[in-house]
């Protein structure tokens, strides 16, 4: 029955992809065995689905499965039958494969120049058993791609040509997360963006989660410490 179940389930995924005209529409299994990060490639795909979880443990898109341009991730038990759509997807990036592996090492922030003008960046190749999730264990700007939380992958990037513009340094302030206290640390002018220019603390400091900004001052907490520049406006 649960097998019968199964299988009508992704035949109906299958035939609603193939009648809105996606290509490619194929289905794969994959298992985190004891609690262990798996990746199983599937070539290149645009979209991945869960239509059967086969697991005690909770697959839960991002945390413990996700999907990048080559296959489809698990981790912490997770395992189930994933539909995903195929056909000739790859991220697009620039001649040369522009690529740069970064690593968060002791779940500490990292971060990696790329030594060119970024305008666009995605995973190539997760090595981490931790998740690397945009925006929340990983990011970009026009300099490089950072990493936290033990995030560990090879990213494929798309940049301009020239070097990648130097952090403007005029505008700084210091501010520090004394015992793991929120500190608001006033810059004196309103703030346009902030991003960390050195950190100081052995805590990571992850923006929206231990430091973020607010029209006139940056916030800490959790122990992060660390120097920020800012653009005023």
Known sequence: MVMSQRCLALAGFLLALSVSGSVGAQSIYCESRDYRRAY??????????????????????????????????????????????????RP?????????????????????????RVTRAWVAQQQSQSPCIQGRTWGYDARGIWVSQGC????????????????????????????????????????GRVWVAEQRSSAPCIQGQTWGYQDRAVWVNGGCSAIFAYESR
């Open 152 to 191: 560990s992958a090879v990213f494929g990037f798309q940049g301009t040509a020239g070097p990648a513009p130097p952090p403007p340094m005029g505008n700084s302030v210091a501010c520090e997360s004394r015992n793991y206290q929120q500190s608001w640390c006033n810059t004196g002018q309103r703030i």
């Open 40 to 89: 199983c490639p599937t070539g290149p795909i645009t979209s991945a689905q869960i239509i059967s979880q086969t697991s005690n443990a909770a697959c839960i898109q991002g945390r413990t499965w996700g999907y990048d341009g080559s296959g489809i991730w698990v981790n912490q038990g997770c395992a189930g039958d994933f539909a995903y759509q195929g056909g000739g997807f």
């Open 92 to 116: 697009p990036g620039p001649p040369g494969n522009n690529s740069v592996a970064c690593e968060s090492r002791d779940y500490q922030q990292n971060y990696c120049a790329t030594g060119v």
